[in-house]
């Protein structure tokens, strides 16, 4: 094979096969198999009875419709019961179902027995176009550009670019606010801020009542809301809040726990109350074991230790559940001593 | 050409057969008598059920023969065995024991429910032992078991404090290390009230300061409730959400699917 650079670009390339040992055609076309004749090909009982049975299932489709307008009126849901809705959503249910279902086995068992089965082949065609269509398609164009004067007219070209490049910027105003940024209602902020506060009140969910320390004995779990969070509507962000300040409250007998010493005030005789929601994605980790005083999250099966400063001790989670340190009142009821120190739930930009 | 006719006759005389035959009818035998054996152990179980009043002393003998070896002569509990029994009252004795979870099979992650090993008033009398050394949670009122409290609050309460264990249709769950908390699909309503005063095993105490007798009472009927209800959908496969319904529809939608597949492309004959 002979180079020649001076006609390169117009000569076609012509790969070289260097010592490889070139077959012409090593698969060889076998053709299509000699085509068989069906039982229903030969067999004109055989072709009846195919028949039949297509025109069978296509009626029993229609029975099964017409079935299903009746079934609606035959098991209506008036008296609200659950057995009602049942029979309603299954004879409904059943009676479409088989309405399509026969329309579908008919037309495969119609084709499969009785349309012409003869093997065709449909040679591609070369997906390069014609040299007229390419010529004609760049006239086109060319065309085109000269009457409308894209190209000319560079005062309306410019003015276009700057129309369509403007149009994206509304966009970057409004996704701008989910980008982190400082300031008030910064995403930062409202994430490391929950409802909880000092003096604030410890309350069952959902019913807000006040929580004694003296309720709360051995081996107890309370779910625990903000005092504040049940007084609010849910038109008022309530579930938002919600999401951020639930907190699971136990208790078990004060050796158990292990406590860093400027940590130890934050528990109070043994009742420990930690944020609910899970550091790995969020989900509110509440499956307490009382005797390993282990807290399961049921959606990835990251555990927690609740004696030991909630640490993870098995699972995905990379950071121990933040602690809520709380006291009691005057009058012996569960306050908070302050919001909590570290920001709660899945780790963010600001902190890993 | 004789030797040969030997051989084979000595071969056919063995069928292939014969090996399964000969395990079938051991395996048989020894059915039989373990059958046999088993329903003469039940006849002889049944002579010794006595029906007795409920006492404490009764209850004291039967505690001293089953139950003593682990929880100790005095309700102490033994280190490694049992636990304390100080406290724990008639309610949590009759939790354990008429869900056939006392007494313990083997030390495991948790004790598993099984057949009731006592009769009621055998259970009876040893709760009314236990109470009397040292007194704990009682057996609830009519009341709070009569299942006519509110349905709705009821499952709101259950939904908050309790289906993150026992799954939102109580149909119960996994937790760590091979424990579960068992399903509540057909709890009696004391044994549900008892297990939210008792916390047995690992289940957290749920006490009257929390949630109140007219709260658990709402709870004991949304889960009537919920055990007599039908299920709207059809077949729950067990209530257990994507666990079930995707194996059912991984195994039985899309090998349906492979099967219309294969039939659509297949040759008629």
């Known amino acids: 094979m002979e180079h020649d650079d001076s006609k390169g670009a117009l000569k076609e390339y012509v790969p070289s096969s260097g010592l490889a040992v070139s077959i ?13 004749e069906r039982l229903t090909d030969v067999d004109p009982k055989a072709a009846k009875r195919a028949e039949r049975t297509i025109y069978t299932l296509f009626y029993i489709s229609v029975a099964a419709s017409i079935w299903a307008v009746a079934a609606y009126m035959l098991f209506p849901i008036e008296d609200q019961e659950l057995t009602s809705i049942r029979q309603n959503n299954l004879f409904i249910g059943l009676g479409i179902a088989f309405a399509l279902l026969a329309i579908g086995i008919g037309a495969i068992h119609w084709s499969k027995t009785l349309m012409s089965d003869k093997e065709h082949v449909e040679e591609r065609h070369t997906t390069r176009g014609s040299e007229e269509t390419r010529e004609a398609v760049v006239e086109a164009f060319r065309t085109a550009n000269e009457e409308s004067g894209f190209g000319r007219r560079k005062m309306i070209r410019n003015s276009l670019f700057a129309a369509v490049i403007a149009s994206v910027l509304p966009g970057i105003t409004l996704f701008r606010g989910l980008a982190p940024h400082d300031g008030e209602n910064s995403p930062v902020d409202l994430l490391k801020q929950t409802m909880w506060k000092e003096g604030e009140h410890l309350t069952r969910d959902p019913s807000g009542t006040r929580i004694k320390a003296s309720d709360v004995t051995l081996g107890s779990a309370f779910h625990v809301i903000p005092e504040s969070l049940a007084k609010m509507g849910h038109d008022e962000g309530m579930l938002n809040e919600k999401a951020k300040a639930m907190v699971l409250m136990v208790r078990m007998s004060p050796e158990q726990l292990t406590e860093r010493e400027e940590r130890k005030d934050w528990s109070y005789d043994g009742i420990v109350a930690y944020s609910k929601v899970c550091t790995h994605v969020g989900c509110p980790v509440a499956l307490y074991e009382q005797q390993t005083h282990h807290l399961l999250c049921p959606c990835h099966q990251s555990q927690f230790d609740v004696s030991d400063e909630a640490k993870v001790v098995f699972g995905p989670a990379s950071r121990p559940l933040p602690q809520l340190p709380i006291t009691v009142d005057a009058e012996g009821y569960l306050i908070a001593q302050s919001d909590f120190h570290e920001p709660v739930g899945p780790s963010f930009w600001e902190i890993r | 050409m004789a030797r040969e006719k030997l051989k084979r006759r000595a071969r056919g005389r063995r069928s292939p057969f014969a090996a399964a035959i000969l395990i079938g009818v051991g ?17 002889t179980d049944d002579a010794t059920t006595i029906t007795t009043q409920a006492s404490a002393e009764e209850g004291e003998t039967l505690f001293q023969a089953n139950c003593a070896t682990c929880h100790g002569m005095d309700l102490e509990g033994r280190e490694g065995f049992g636990p304390s029994l100080n406290g724990v009252g008639e309610l949590a004795v009759h939790f354990q024991m008429s869900t056939g979870r006392m007494p313990m099979q083997m030390h495991g992650p948790q004790a598993d429910q099984k057949p009731v090993q006592f009769t009621d008033e055998q259970i009876e009398s040893i709760a009314t032992y236990v109470q009397s050394v040292a007194p704990g949670p009682e057996m609830p009122s009519t009341r709070v078991i009569d299942g006519e409290g509110d349905v709705s609050h009821g499952a709101e309460l259950f939904r908050i404090n309790c289906a993150m264990c026992h799954n939102v249709a109580a149909a119960g769950g996994a937790l760590t290390q091979g424990k579960f908390a068992p399903d509540i699909m057909d709890t009696t309503p004391e044994n549900i009230y008892a297990a939210m005063v008792t916390g047995p095993q690992n289940m957290p105490v749920f006490n009257n300061m929390n949630l109140t007798e007219d709260d658990k009472r709402d709870i004991i009927s949304a889960l009537l409730y919920q055990q007599e209800a039908q299920a709207p959908g059809g077949f729950t496969l067990g209530s257990l959400g994507p666990v079930s319904e995707g194996l059912f529809i991984w195994i ?11 039939w659509i492309t297949a040759k008629s004959n």
């Open chain 2, 252 to 262: 039985f939608g899309i090998g349906g699917l492979i099967a219309v597949a294969v």
């Open chain 2, 27 to 43: 395996l048989l035998a020894t059915g039989g008598i373990y059958a046999g054996a088993s329903a003469a152990v039940a006849a």
């Open chain 1, 24 to 36: 012409d055609d090593p698969v060889q076309n076998p053709g299509l198999p000699p085509h068989r």
